[in-house]
């Protein structure tokens, strides 16, 4: 099969003829039909993640079609229409038989644990508890960006945040992340602050539901901004991004009381910014990790695309060559165009 391999980090990928996949007894193959390109790819092909044995194939966004399947899975077959999240559990450890999945122990991540979907096929492992039946009405482009951005925001906002009708939300960073959570906060009837520091980032944010836009270049104080906007501080607040800057940012413009989630990922140097905890005692505030989300709890995400309320393909950007990802890929972290990158040609 055709993919991007990269045989050293940072070092610029190429396009290879590699072995194809083979299915564990408990798992399948897919066929990608699409594939996002994601910060956390870009943080994987830096070396910031020590799961990663080189040569490797990142990607771990992304839909397609069963090509083969283990001869343990029950619930799918060759030709079935899916999706995953990009944390797989492994079904059988303490945390996924109590519906945590997304913490597994015995997790693996393609595109980090094992070669991703940056190719023209993909392994999964554990099938049954990771697949996603993808409904016909949603194409293979939309689903690839929901794996990641758009479930990790979905589990952000609404079970670990727990965003309810009427409340501020603000949200540092208007990537894919940053923008699912716009969009999936306003469906809630939350009212959402957006700080990024690019206009064409925030006009999206806006035309997403933002009831406020904050560009950080242009304000002295960013949390200062969001508690003048909410009289008092939001009642949750996002770190989409994950920069010191933006997880500090996002703690400071808190209300008494108020949930901070950490979505961004804070790798490298990065990973352990000077948290304010004295106001994190002093007001009670709460910090939450977020890490994707559970493949059974795609129903109620689904249920609100099909019924209109979340409209993921509305996050869309651009959509690529297999060939051109290499670039995307290796540019993730300077500015880029809003919405969702997607490889659609293989």
């Known amino acids: 099969m055709k993919a991007v391999v990269y045989e050293s980090f940072s070092a610029t990928p190429k396009i290879m003829n590699v072995e194809d996949p083979t299915p564990e007894n408990h798992g399948v193959v897919i066929k990608v039909e699409a594939t996002g390109v994601c910060r956390s790819d870009w943080h994987g092909w830096m070396g910031h993640d020590p ?19 283990g001869k343990d899975v029950q619930r799918f077959k060759v030709g079935d ?51 996603v039946t993808l409904p016909e009405n949603i194409d293979f482009t939309t689903a690839a960006s929901l794996g990641c951005r758009f479930v990790t925001s979905f589990r952000a906002v609404v079970d670990q945040g727990k965003v309810s009708a009427g409340q501020w939300v603000a949200v540092h960073g208007c ?22 520091v690019t206009d064409d980032k925030l006009e999206l944010a806006k035309a997403l539901g933002a009831y406020a836009t904050i560009n950080a270049t242009h ?60 106001l994190v005692i002093a007001h009670e505030l709460e910090i939450i990790g977020s890490h994707g989300m559970q493949a059974f709890r795609y129903d ?27 670039a995307a890929l290796m540019n993730m972290d300077k500015a880029n165009p809003p919405g969702v990158t997607v490889v659609t040609r293989f």
């Open 300 to 326: 109620a995400m689904l249920a609100m695309i099909k019924s209109g309320k979340l409209s993921p393909e509305k996050l869309l950007g651009r959509t690529i060559s297999l060939e051109e990802s290499i």
């Open 51 to 69: 799961d990663i044995v080189l040569p490797h194939v990142p990607g771990h966004e992304f839909a397609g079609i069963i090509a083969a399947v």
């Open 81 to 131: 229409r899916v999706t995953v999240p990009f944390v797989s559990g492994c079904g059988s450890c303490h945390e996924c038989h109590g519906g945590n999945h997304q913490v597994c122990g015995n997790q693996t991540q393609p595109g980090f644990t094992h070669w991703g979907s940056f190719a023209e096929y993909v392994a999964i492992h554990h099938a049954d508890v990771n697949l």
């Open 175 to 196: 990537g894919g992340v940053g923008l699912s959570a716009i969009m999936i906060a306003n469906s809630i009837g939350a009212n959402v602050i957006a700080v990024d």
């Open 219 to 278: 304000v002295a104080d960013v949390a200062a901004a969001i508690k003048d906007l909410t009289r008092g501080g939001a009642h949750v607040s996002i770190d989409a991004l994950g920069h010191p800057t933006t997880c500090i940012n996002s703690i400071k413009s808190l209300k008494k009381l108020g949930k901070h989630v950490q979505v961004g990922l804070l790798l490298g140097e990065q990973a352990t910014p000077p948290i304010p905890m004295n």
